[in-house]
């Protein structure tokens, strides 16, 4: 596996870790046993915080969903099979008698004859 | 603090008695007359007032309010000598003396105040050293330090008696009710922010896959793309190249094009950029048109005009539409640029520019290669209506259509020569070749054309020649090769009649009727690098008779030269046939 999906993949467990983690937390504060009201204040705010961290991490994992897109489509190389393959000789002279006739087409003129009877 | 003599008092003298006499205020018995005067005229306003009735009935009034209110100015100046002389002497003591003490005693105080402090500032050291030792070492005094081991002074803190039980159940019931309602208060907020959040990525999620969907469909198109930064806001986007740079052409425009987001909707729109600086650009979308006029009885006709056939609807998305469009005039202004490039050589050879259009003037007829401005509600100059009136108008329309065909063939053929040439090792030579491609476009057109009349124009010199000598002459062979050079097999270059410059033959074999004698003529047309010029090489064997010329033995070469005009091949043969026949 390229190093560059390795670091993806790490990426997005870690934002999902985190995720969890923070989500487990808001419920672990969110209790309210005999706290002192330093600690009820303090609580009450890490609840608002753990809730935008959850948000900044979900929004991470938008942007590693793009980064997979950007690299699927700007870091693959499309190879055609049929690229390769050369010429057979027989479409080879097709394509010269195609193109002398229109060479023959364009090289003659119309017979003066015909014009000048207008 | 009161050691260097910094500390001040101030003295406000009211403090000390309204008695204290002040230095400033003028002792009235030793005032001048000149002073006196003026100032017991502002007392009285006038000497009528002033009577010594009144006066003593003053003194005698002003001893009682005097006594009652010191502080009334006017009575202390009227009151008696005596009064005034003996306060003075009791309050000049007073003062002196109170100041001094209280000034003593202040500066006690202010010691034992300074003192209280060290010596609490040393308590409050000795308990942070059991903390934080090195703070507390910078902060303790040096006797302190000296006397006491740090960190040996600890605290707790004390937990309140169970005898308060009620005052603090009463405490945590309305603690415990506020942290909830904090803590609601938060939990509302973050479901709020949650809503909030899982909306806006939603119609993120709904954007981006409307992008990559457009981006996806670009790709499946077999474009080339790449990232690159947008030139207006200099954010992060992806570029499609949709020109011909990778394909072997050499044009100035690489056709670069960038994919902008629209932050909005999460469409793709495309907007080329221009090869200087990245800068985006608006494109005016050329194209060529090919043009016949044709001498018709003296006068200059249109005969034949391509049209414009592509409606760039290939696909049902605008975007790969754009991207074609642009793709297909891109190609179309190369084009033009490569056959201006080619059509400066050609100025000798009857071909002109002029602005933007390339006359080719040939044989009573003139090929007009222009370009011109697209304009897609036109469709009188798309489609050239008008000028299909009649038939004549219209002959030559295939034909335009054809070269044209022809002209991007060709420059298909010159972008692939160009690949090949990048593909292979470099070297000095293939450095040198890169640098100097040139197309061939115009140069066969033009060649080809030629090299039919020339074949036209020998054929009948033969023909009248032949005629003349018909009487003397036995003609036993009269072959046309036309274009000997394709004949090789296999074919390599499908291109080849355009890119080798054309080779014809024409094969004579003359008996004199007379003395049997054979007379064999090669004539050979064929052309310089620059396809336009006539190069006649005209080769002439005579044999004694048939079984030499047969056995292809003791032929006599009579000639062997080239021409570059008619005239002199056709007086050249002419005297040669002549010369053969006595």
Known sequence: MQPQSI??????????????????????VARNQDKRKELLAV?????????LTIIRFCEDLLSISRAVKETWCLGTLKVDANDDKMMSQKDVNKVFEKLNNLTDHISKFQEKSELSTV | MTENGGF?????????????????IQDEDKLSLADLIPRILIERKSFLNVTEDNLREEIENGEHIHNEDQS????????????????????????????????????KNINSAVNETSLSLDFVSLLLSAVKPSLAKSTISPHLQKNVPIGSLNSDRLIPNDEEDETNQNNKDTLSGVGSAWKLQSL?????????ASINLNEQVLKERRYWNMINLVLSNDEALFKTR???NNARAIGVKYGYGDSGSSFHDRGLAILRKDNISGEVSFHPLSNISNKLTEKSFKFIRVKILSEIDGDFMLTGQSTFENEFNSSNTKLINDIEKARYFLFEEDLFYQLTREAKTLINYNVSIISNK??????????????VTYDENN????????????????????????????????????????????????????????????????????????????LCNMQEIIDNLLKRFKDEIEFKVNEVGKFVNLNKKPVENPFQKSIEKPVSEFKLILNNKKNNNYLKIDVQLTTNEIFVNLIINLNIIRYKNAQDFNNNLNGVNVLQISFNDFNEIEECLEWTILNFVN
């Open chain 2, 188 to 196: 509302n907020k973050i479901t709020n922010l949650f809503r909030d």
């Open chain 2, 379 to 454: 469709e009188d100059i798309l489609n050239n209506y008008y000028q299909n009136i009649n038939t004549y108008s219209s002959i030559n329309n295939k034909k335009c259509q054809l070269i044209l065909i022809y002209l991007n063939l060709m420059l298909c053929c010159y972008f692939k020569y160009n690949l090949k040439l990048k593909q292979k090792i470099p070297t000095a030579l293939s450095k040198f070749k890169r640098s100097n491609t040139h197309p061939l476009i115009l140069r066969p057109l033009l060649g080809n054309i030629r090299h039919e009349l020339n």
């Open chain 1, 43 to 51: 609580e009450s705010l890490t609840i608002e915080s753990d809730a």
């Open chain 1, 7 to 28: 670091a993806l993949l790490q990426r997005i467990d870690t934002d999902v870790e985190q995720i969890l983690q923070k989500f487990e937390h808001i419920f672990e």
């Open chain 2, 72 to 107: 009334d100015a006017v009575s202390r100046i009227d009151s008696t000598e005596s009064d005034i002389n003996e306060q003075p002497q009791q309050q000049q003591e007073n003062p002196t003396e109170t100041f001094q003490s209280q000034k003593i005693s202040l500066q």
């Open chain 2, 8 to 24: 001040r008092i101030e003295l406000d003298p009211d403090n000390y008695g309204s008695g204290y006499k002040d230095p400033f």
């Open chain 2, 358 to 371: 390339i006359i080719i003037e040939i044989n009573h007829e003139i090929i007009e290669i222009e370009s």
């Open chain 2, 230 to 232: 947008d030139p207006i």
